[in-house]
């Protein structure tokens, strides 16, 4: 089976930047759809963004663009979430997830992946 596991991590300033991974191993990710979601106390799961594997396309979130960038390394099995100029707001546990796309499904609810991550923690400072 697919598993992911998130890293980066850690306890930041406002307008620092930051790089989260997501290292998959137990199968391949042809095919998949790696999405990236972050969650606050008391808040849903929100997307950030997603990349597909193969063909490199990624998608951001509104609230993203501009500030986030998702790429990814074939050769590490990585996917990576650019953070920059982070904001309090950006405080979350922040999730790695994947799926093989559904035909009709926007990709943006995390109702929609089967594997996830551990979560790593981002916390931002006023």
């Known amino acids: 089976q697919v598993q992911l596991v998130e890293s980066g991590g850690g306890l930041m300033q406002v307008g620092d930047s930051l790089r989260l991974s997501c290292v998959a191993s137990g199968g391949t990710l042809n095919g998949y759809v790696m999405g990236w979601f972050r969650q606050a106390p008391g808040n849903d799961r929100d997307f950030v963004g997603r990349i597909w594997w193969s063909g490199g396309t990624t998608i951001l979130a509104d609230s993203a663009k501009g500030r986030f960038a998702i790429s990814r390394d074939l050769a590490k099995n990585t996917v990576y979430l650019q953070m920059n100029s982070l904001k309090p707001e950006d405080t979350a546990v922040y999730y790695c997830?994947?799926?093989?796309?559904?035909?009709?499904?926007?990709?943006?609810?995390?109702?929609?992946?089967?594997?996830w991550g551990q979560g790593t923690q981002v916390t931002v400072s006023s």
């Open positions: 997830a994947a799926v093989k796309p559904v035909p009709g499904w926007t990709m943006d609810s995390w109702r929609e992946y089967t594997y």
